[in-house]
């Protein structure tokens, strides 16, 4: 498991007025009330003396003495005052998950290459309701969990047989991460009925960031699937190859790409744009209010050769910069699904041995439009195929009885005829869906498995079929 965070120690001693707050208030309150916060109001004074007195209560008279420790007392109250923020990406982080989030970052934990968030349900009073499952962003590519088959927009509901519905986002990702080479079972539940178990085995995940590959001769396919530090120089790589090989016009996919490094997206945008806004932030704080703007003579293609992007609901944060900077700018036309719709920045901020992360920001595309909870909606919608109710309950019966990677396992290279048998063996049984979408089902499935997939599969993949459409002016 992975989670992706900016730790920046710059500003500490700015924060140090909240860093004494937060660490140690109780103190304070009671010391020096005017000192917590020197611009706090009369009615921050009086919440601040009510905490104080409730807090001394009950360590002096709360029966189970010893569930009274400072620490255990000061952690509650923190861990409740992001609750009531009701967004799921600001937390406290204790020191426990503090040191876990460490070791993971020195290679000493594995994980399953899943990027996860707490599934954002409102009730009608438009408040977040607690206790929702915990949804998939995105599998990604080439990882543990990419390769079982789960989905992005599966949720996680249980791990290891417990329920993840009482269990913060920090606990399921403590819960999947572990040593390499040791088993995790997920319990995931795709649609409204479909559950059934996934095991995978944990590994150091390192993820390639760029594929690519040249499609009819002429149109530059690029796969992002991560935005790091590493990924604009790879770009321009690529962009130089397709330039050497004549490549006249370019399909960018961002599908299943949780999003990553800002600077790395703003740098690849300005590859494509000449002028014009990529994304502005927006915050209460005046520091973090910018707007990142293309540069001239940065761009690497030209303004006149056609562009596509690709987008999926699997598609999130910075590659959803991506794709409003392109489609604002009228650069490149988008196609696929709303994406993900994750458009808040965090500060991550230490506190001696624990810390917190907090939203202070939110991406706007260049039109002006949020795109937290909104998504980019993309200029040609291709929604996923939807099933009838007798697939539906076919496909139900494929994935919970392993059919398909059962057949993949015995077939690696499955042949037309293989394939063909197949299809005859399920209509048999009474477990017929559309033969296209039975081959899409196979060929993922030969795809995730394999160690050298290939870049794209036109027969497969009915998106980056329409953008070769569009872009070939058919």
């Given at each position: 498991m992975r989670i992706v965070n900016n730790i920046t120690r710059k500003e500490r001693l700015i924060w140090i007025a909240v860093t004494v707050f937060l660490a140690g208030f109780i103190l304070l309150v009671s010391l020096a009330p005017a000192v917590v916060a020197q611009g706090a109001t009369f009615e921050d004074q009086k919440a601040l003396q009510k905490f104080n007195e409730i807090y001394y209560y009950i360590k002096d008279y709360y029966v189970d003495a010893e569930k009274t420790d400072a620490t255990s007392l000061i952690?509650?109250?923190?861990?409740?005052?992001?609750?009531?923020?009701?967004?799921?990406?600001?937390?406290?982080?204790?020191?426990?998950?503090?040191?876990?989030?460490?070791?993971?970052?020195?290679?000493?934990?594995?994980?399953?290459?899943?990027?996860?968030?707490?599934?954002?349900?409102?009730?009608?009073?438009?408040?977040?309701?607690?206790?929702?499952?915990?949804?998939?962003?995105?599998?990604?590519?080439?990882?543990p969990a990419y390769k079982a088959g789960v989905n992005a927009g599966d949720l996680i509901i249980k791990v290891e047989g417990d329920s993840t519905l009482d269990m913060s986002l920090d606990e399921v990702v403590d819960r999947l991460r572990g040593t390499p080479g040791s088993k995790v079972t997920m319990t995931?539940?795709?649609?409204?009925?479909?559950?059934?178990?996934?095991?995978?085995?944990?590994?150091?995940?390192?993820?390639?960031?760029?594929?690519?590959?040249?499609?009819?001769?002429?149109?530059?396919?690029?796969?992002?699937?991560?935005?790091?530090?590493?990924?604009?120089?790879?770009?321009?790589?690529?962009?130089?190859?397709?330039?050497?090989?004549?490549?006249?016009?370019?399909?960018?996919?961002?599908?299943?790409?949780?999003?990553?490094?800002?600077?790395?997206?703003?740098?690849?945008?300005?590859?494509?744009?000449?002028?014009?806004?990529?994304?502005?932030?927006?915050?209460?704080?005046?520091?973090?209010?910018?707007?990142y703007t293309a540069k001239k003579n940065n761009d690497l293609v030209p303004r006149t050769m056609p562009m596509v992007l690709l987008v999926d609901r699997g598609s999130a944060s910075a590659s959803e910069i991506l794709a409003g900077a392109l489609k604002d700018n009228n650069r490149a036309t988008v196609i696929g699904e709303t994406s993900y719709g994750k458009g808040t920045v965090q500060h991550v901020k230490l506190i001696g041995d624990s810390g917190f992360k907090l939203t202070v920001a939110k991406f706007y595309s260049p039109s002006g439009d949020t795109i937290d909870k909104v998504g980019v909606t993309p200029n040609i919608v291709i929604k996923e195929e939807e099933y009838s109710d007798s697939e539906r309950q076919a496909y139900e019966t494929i994935i919970k009885e392993n059919l398909i990677s059962d057949f993949v396992a015995k077939n690696p290279h499955p042949s037309e005829r293989d394939i063909n048998a197949f299809i005859a063996g399920l209509k048999k049984r009474g477990l017929v869906l559309r033969e296209i979408a039975l081959k899409r089902l196979i060929f993922r499935e030969v795809y995730r498995t394999s160690n050298n997939p290939p870049a794209f599969d036109l027969a497969t993949d009915p998106v980056l079929e329409k953008a070769v459409q569009v872009i070939s002016g058919k």
């Open positions: 952690n509650g109250a923190l861990e409740g005052l992001f609750n009531s923020l009701d967004d799921p990406y600001s937390a406290y982080i204790t020191e426990e998950a503090l040191r876990d989030l460490e070791d993971t970052s020195t290679g000493s934990f594995g994980g399953v290459g899943l990027v996860i968030s707490k599934q954002r349900l409102f009730n009608d009073k438009g408040a977040l309701i607690e206790n929702t499952p915990i949804e998939v962003v995105s599998p990604i590519e080439g990882t995931v539940r795709r649609g409204e009925s479909l559950e059934f178990n996934v095991t995978v085995v944990r590994s150091n995940i390192e993820i390639p960031t760029v594929k690519h590959a040249i499609i009819n001769n002429t149109i530059g396919y690029i796969k992002i699937i991560e935005f790091t530090s590493y990924t604009p120089a790879r770009i321009k790589e690529v962009l130089q190859e397709f330039t050497d090989k004549g490549v006249k016009s370019l399909v960018i996919d961002v599908r299943s790409n949780p999003g990553g490094v800002l600077t790395s997206v703003i740098t690849i945008a300005d590859y494509f744009l000449s002028e014009g806004i990529i994304v502005s932030v927006k915050g209460r704080v005046a520091v973090d209010n910018v707007e």
